[in-house]
């Protein structure tokens, strides 16, 4: 299948600094990337969805000027996560959509601890 | 009424048994159809990818597709202590429309 790879699997912050988490498709083009937060035993919570070269498009109770969405390319979509908080401890994960086949690919998972 | 409903589990089966895993949905207009296996603290991975109704085969795993029931259905045959993982379903209406997920079932296969 379709890679689409995340970095970093695993960051830890101090509180009140900001943390980039790339997700990239590595063999195919994605116009369209979802961002992801899920916590232990819980489902996926989609958070935003992002499309190359527009506004990331947020989910209710998503604040986008706290999770910074970018996607530059058809294969690069970045969150930031401004001015970490510990609740914003998490496991964010990515995943992109194949250009007209539909499939949908997961990155791996970020794993995010703010002290 | 949920778009897709998947029961959470867990599930638990001896190992060597056939599993089922179910999920229900209320719009009849999704025609694309996934299951995806997530372990823990990594992304969920592709499993089966189906369009419309009818079965499609791969290895130990069958999916289902009944719309005129609005049921789809995971089998695993044979199955693992290495199949154990939280297994989701997803559709969606069209190819490059936003996909649907349902909550997820845990499934532990016992050794």
């Known amino acids: 299948g379709a890679v689409v790879s995340q970095h970093p699997s695993w960051v830890i912050c101090k509180s009140g600094t900001s943390v980039k988490i790339e997700c990239r498709s590595l063999?195919?083009?994605?116009?369209?990337m979802f961002w992801y937060r899920q916590f232990p035993k819980q489902s996926l919570m989609l958070m935003a969805t992002?499309?190359?070269?527009?506004?990331?498009?947020?989910e209710q109770g998503v604040e986008k000027d706290k999770f910074l969405i970018n996607h530059a390319s058809l294969t690069l979509s970045t969150l930031t996560v401004t001015s970490a908080h510990p609740e914003d401890s998490s496991f964010y994960i990515c995943?992109?959509?194949?250009?007209?086949?539909?499939?949908?690919?997961f990155g791996e998972g970020s794993r995010l601890t703010v002290l | 009424q949920k778009e897709v409903e998947q029961d959470p589990g867990p599930l638990s089966v001896p190992e060597g048994a056939i599993v089922s895993l179910n999920c229900t949905y209320s719009n009849s207009a999704f025609q694309y159809f996934m299951w995806y296996r997530q372990y823990s603290r990594k992304g969920p991975e592709l499993l089966m990818y189906?369009?419309?109704?009818g079965n499609k085969e791969d290895g130990r795993f069958t999916a289902q597709v009944d719309k005129s029931s609005k049921y789809i259905s995971l089998f695993i045959r044979d199955s693992q202590p290495s199949d154990s993982a939280t297994y989701l379903c997803?559709?969606?209406?069209?190819?490059?429309?936003?996909?649907?997920f349902g909550k997820g079932t845990r499934l532990h296969i016992l050794p």
């Open positions: 995943s992109a959509q194949r250009q007209g086949v539909g499939e949908l690919f």
């Open positions: 189906t369009y419309s109704s």
């Open positions: 063999d195919f083009q994605a116009t369209t």
């Open positions: 997803a559709m969606s209406t069209n190819r490059d429309d936003k996909i649907i």
């Open positions: 992002s499309n190359e070269g527009s506004k990331a498009t947020y």
